[in-house]
């Protein structure tokens, strides 16, 4: 069976950074609730003159050089992301075009904070059936600029980011991205929902009281999100007979730190295991897993034969795992 190698990583964060300390001047917040109850000590982002389509040409330019391929011989471009500066093109298709990536397809995929598990799904399936080589996939997103600044509830969490992975078809058998698991719940859509400049409801089309802003339902998606994290672990290492133990390393979304440690304590698993950042860039959506894909990468922490376990969650509700033999 063909699988897909990740031969390259990339990842890019806007200069500016919102610390907790800058959110307790304009909020009814402070360091100490943000940091306990989330783990979250700042983030990055956006700027007014920062482009979606930017963020992620850049990660993915860093992406291609570390795997030493030209853009022009990547067959396909498959970006998970929900706040293209546009409605349309695809942002793929923006991040094409400034790379010259002429030979590739590219379109997008929606999966909210699951987008690139899910993109990365979709490109392993086009190199299994052979119909590309070289692949690269992104996660990028901007959900600082869905946000009510002056809603604690929401404000403290997002940060905005890019990340990006290379890969190439490989043959040898159980190596690279072998195996991918997603699932959605739309019974769900309301726990965590963005209704868009009009604000209007997603289903009725009604005005919304409260303006166009993301809305979330933080306590019942924390206690979905562990439960359902833990669940699609085990149905990915059920589907390959895998015990937990032959798991190396976790690249978990990165929402919540008790999230995180939650998910680690339910399946027995050490929290050394577990990599986070979320301390510095807080939960950038489809761009979370990608982001600490490549610091992790580029700290040399994964050796050779390596079991990675990426695994997402958020929006829609979606949620995802993927299993890398490194
Ligand atoms: N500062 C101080 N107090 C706050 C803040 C804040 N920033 N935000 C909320 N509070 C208060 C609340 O008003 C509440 O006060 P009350 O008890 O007087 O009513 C109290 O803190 C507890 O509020 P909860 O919402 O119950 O706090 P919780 O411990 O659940 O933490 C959080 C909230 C951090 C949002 C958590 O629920 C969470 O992380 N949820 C999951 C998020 C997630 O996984 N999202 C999925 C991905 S996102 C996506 O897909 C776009």
């Not at 699951?114 to 399936?125: C, D």
């Not at 997002?158 to 040898?172: H, I, K, N, P, Q």
């Not at 390959?240 to 939650?262: C, F, K, L, S, Y």
Request: charged fraction near 20%; charge should be neutral.
């Amino acid at each position: 069976m063909i699988t897909a190698k990740i031969v390259g990583t990339g990842s890019w964060l806007p200069k500016k950074t919102v610390t907790n300390a800058d959110l307790e001047k304009v909020l009814d917040t402070s360091d100490e609730w943000i940091v306990s109850r989330t783990g979250i000590r700042q983030r990055h982002v956006i700027g007014e003159q920062e482009t979606v389509s930017n963020m992620a040409t850049y990660a993915a330019q860093r992406a291609l050089s570390m795997a030493g391929i030209k853009a022009q011989d990547l067959d396909l471009i498959v970006v998970g992301t929900v706040t293209g500066d546009v409605e349309f093109p695809a942002v793929a298709c923006l991040v094409q075009g400034n790379l010259g990536a002429s030979r590739a397809f590219a379109y997008d995929v929606r999966a909210v904070c699951s987008g690139f598990v899910f993109a990365l799904s979709n490109a392993l399936a086009y190199h299994q059936c052979g119909r590309v080589k070289r692949s690269l996939v992104i996660g990028v997103d901007a959900l600082t600029r869905t946000l009510d600044w002056t809603d604690r509830s929401v404000a403290i969490l997002f940060g905005d980011g890019a990340g990006a992975a290379v890969l190439v078809s490989d043959e040898e058998e159980g190596h690279g991205v072998f195996s991918t698991h997603l699932r959605s719940d739309g019974a769900l859509w309301d726990l965590i929902y963005y209704p868009g400049e009009e604000g209007r409801h997603p289903c009725s089309g009604v005005k919304l009281e409260g303006g166009r802003f993301l809305r979330m339902c933080g306590n019942k998606t924390f206690k979905v999100a562990v439960s359902e994290l833990a669940n699609i672990t085990l149905e990915a290492l059920a589907a390959n007979h895998m015990g937990i133990d032959e798991i190396t390393w976790v690249i978990p979304h990165q929402a919540n730190r008790r999230i995180i440690d939650a998910v680690g304590k339910r399946l027995g698993m050490p929290a050394e295991k577990f990599l986070v950042n979320i301390d510095r860039v807080a939960n950038t959506s489809a761009a979370s897993i990608p982001i600490m894909l490549d610091e992790a990468n580029r700290q040399q922490k994964f050796a050779s034969g390596d079991v990675l376990l990426l695994c997402a969650f958020g929006s829609g509700l979606a949620w995802g795992a993927a299993l890398i033999r490194w």
